[in-house]
């Protein structure tokens, strides 16, 4: 593809710049089974499938979260910054599942996972996800979450990814 073009699917959803891809919700549903309030993620800024994606979650104060995490000084979960971490991961990782839209990718686990500054309402949470290896269905990538470019978290994790069986679906 040429420098600066852009091709664009029929629905409009995800754009193609250069090798990078941008999603909007509604591919990101299409990538991921999470659903309110669970999807933590609200738009796909860069995305080199297989390899990374950087993706945006937008704070905001109506989050449910915050009626229970200190409402008189409401912070972001920090589990759940690395579970948005790990979902962006999922968006970089789906086109490498044989079967995607039908088996389901779980957190596996979670290593260095550091907190460096709380993340409020009104923070634009960006969040960056890279593949490190794989072994079989488990996935080992690394995050980092940045607010005004300043990091805020960061972790190590995995993800596995298992077949749904046909009852459960």
């Known amino acids: 593809m040429e420098a600066g073009f852009q091709e664009t699917d029929e629905k409009r959803n995800s754009v193609i710049t ?16 999470h659903r309110y309030p669970f999807l933590l993620i609200d738009r796909v800024l860069e995305l080199e499938e297989g390899v990374r994606c950087v993706a945006l979650k937008n704070v905001t104060f109506n989050e449910p979260f915050f009626q229970g995490h200190f ?24 086109s490498l599942y044989k079967n995607a839209d039908k088996d389901i990718t779980f957190f596996a686990g979670m290593d260095n996972v550091k907190f460096k500054k709380p993340v409020v309402p009104g923070d634009q949470l960006i969040l960056k996800s890279e593949f490190v290896k794989r072994k079989l269905n488990i996935w080992v990538l690394k995050g980092e979450a940045f607010v005004d470019d300043e990091l805020v978290a960061k972790a190590e994790f995995k993800l596995a990814t298992v077949s749904i069986p046909e009852q459960a679906k």
């Open 71 to 94: 409402p008189e000084n409401p912070i972001m979960p920090g589990v759940l910054i690395v579970e948005a971490l790990a979902q962006t991961g999922g968006i970089a990782g789906y």
């Open 18 to 33: 250069g090798n990078l891809m941008k999603l909007d919700i509604n591919e990101i549903q299409k990538r991921l089974k």
